[in-house]
């Protein structure tokens, strides 16, 4: 993506990194940077940090990094060219024309295009005798026209190609429709066929309010009875969710997480605008993480039978991983909230609004399911119910909240505060004791390379590796040696070929007269860049001297000299005892 130098300089100047992500999280300061909790996965203790000399990011929780664009990519779900035109667009500027490679941002645009006209025929044919099946079903769950409206439902009828032909007819060609998961390509040809049939149909709309995707149920026996639209350059089933762009502009900031398209629109009409629904798939961290942005709480409403119980004990720890407030809203008679509104007619909304009142914390809610598993009357069924509950207890973060129910417990089944707190903490240190093992190993790992499957070389060559990283780090932060390393450290000299393909991009930049980091968005992927950042954050702490450097730029020299096995293997024997030779 060549964009020109002095256009992206100007872009980041007026682009303050610091300003920009205080738009998404709370930031503070600490010493010359700032730090939060990171947006990208869920964590209690801050470990997203803010470079404010360079206009960078790091977290040193999840691996993260990257620039004001990759943090606009990474927030946004775009692409490189989309998060500039952003950027541009927020800070006033212009985009330089036909400088650069825009064909990714064209599928895109594409895409959205054809989705957005696949809804409007939807829409329309759900209005048409064509579509009476699907009317008929909408009305049949008690769904205004306005409600119909208001989410733009719509219906795909029985014919093979009937979007597909109308697609084209508007001028998309068979590959967009098939990008944008629309169409499917036919096994014996070039042609293609709609992918979604006798359904009707409901629009996934992101928080741009472009529809990005369609979730389509059957009006037959036909499995599966819900269909998605599977990911595409716009649409990821696993970061969005159903009715977000309603959601966060209801006022509040509780979302209700429901099971269903239904249950969500069936909700919003009786006045709950800030209903969502994951995409027929299990609630995963990068939708709970993307709730956490517009809401502090989350009910869970659920169905009350086996899968949604389980779904609820499936949401919960990684709901409260994001830092987010938990309750859970239990529809009596095994009801899903769409049945349940419709059953109390007029007074549906009040009744449901007063589920949610009444609706306790996840606790609470495993407390209960623990009690009616157990038989209380007796001793053994009361002393495993309380060995499960002080597991539910010791989990909790908060000493204050973990207070309230040893409290409550042992006042409920008259035992000794003391003996319950002892059962607590004991198994808090257990955790603690394992959480600390994990940690040193996460260390232990980072430190040696295993497993690392970006720089699979770190662990071979640990002493040359770490040297010709902290050489970049240098080279980056100090580009006025750039000479000065040239004259003493070659690309040949790296035995890790990663650190050897920042150096020669870092060095051929400086040498250019540009910023070392101005283009690596561009130029580098995701774990790519990401690595560049960790190098530099790693590095920030330590005294960047000259002494360093040329303890960086010896180790350099010794380790090239170093034979491996391989070069042993093809040697003869005077070759070899030369080498052995010259190492005395």
Known sequence: MAFPESFLQELKLRNDITELVSSYITLKRRGRNMVGLCPFHGEKTPSFNIYTENGSFYCFGCGVGGDVITFVMKMENLDY?????????????????????????????????ANREAAR??????????GKSGLDYFHGRMLSDRTIRHFGLGFAD???????????????????????????????????????????????????????AFGGRIMTDEKPKYLNTSDTPVFKKSENLFSLNNAKNSGSRTLILCEGYMDVIAVNQAGFQNAVATLGTALTKEQAMLMKRYADEVVICYDSDEAGQKATARAIPILRSAGLLIRILTVPSGKDPDEFIKSKGADGAAAFKNLIDKSGNDVEYRLEKLKSSYNLNSSDGKVQFLEE??????????????????????KEFE???DSFQRQVDSITRRKNREDKRKEIRK??????????????????????????????????????SVEYISERVDPGMFRNELMKRYFTY?????????????????????????????????????????????????????????????????MTAEEIQKYLNSKK
């Open 121 to 130: 025929y939807y829409y329309k044919t759900l209005y048409s005798p064509d």
């Open 389 to 410: 509950a002080a597991r539910v207890v010791a989990e909790i973060y908060s000493p204050i909240e973990r207070e309230v129910y040893i409290s409550k417990l042992c």
């Open 81 to 113: 060219v989309d998060a500039v035109k952003l950027l541009a667009q927020r800070a006033g500027m212009n985009m330089p024309e036909d400088s650069y490679d825009d064909s990714m941002s064209r599928i895109r645009t594409r895409v959205y295009e």
């Open 158 to 212: 029985d014919d093979w190609s009937s979007l597909c032909d109308y697609l084209i007819g508007k001028g998309f060609t068979k590959n967009e429709l098939t990008a944008a998961n629309l169409a499917v390509k036919q096994r014996s040809g070039s042609g293609v066929y709609d992918r979604f049939r006798n359904r009707v149909m409901f629009p996934i709309i992101d928080l741009r309010g472009n529809v990005v």
């Open 415 to 417: 035992i000794s505060k």
């Open 506 to 570: 870092f060095s051929d930049r400086i040498a250019q007269e540009l910023d070392p980091l101005n283009n690596l968005t561009a130029d580098f992927s995701e774990d790519e860049r990401s690595r560049v950042y960790k190098i530099l954050s790693k590095h920030s702490a330590i005294a960047q001297t000259r002494s360093a450097l040329d303890e960086y730029i010896k180790i350099i020299n010794e380790e090239s000299k170093r034979l491996s096995k391989k070069d042993l293997s093809n």
């Open 443 to 480: 260390i232990r790992n980072d430190l040696s390379g295993r497993g690392d499957k970006l720089d699979t070389e770190h662990a071979k060559k640990p002493r040359s590796s770490s040297a010709e990283e902290a050489l970049i780090a240098y080279l980056i932060n100090n580009p006025d």
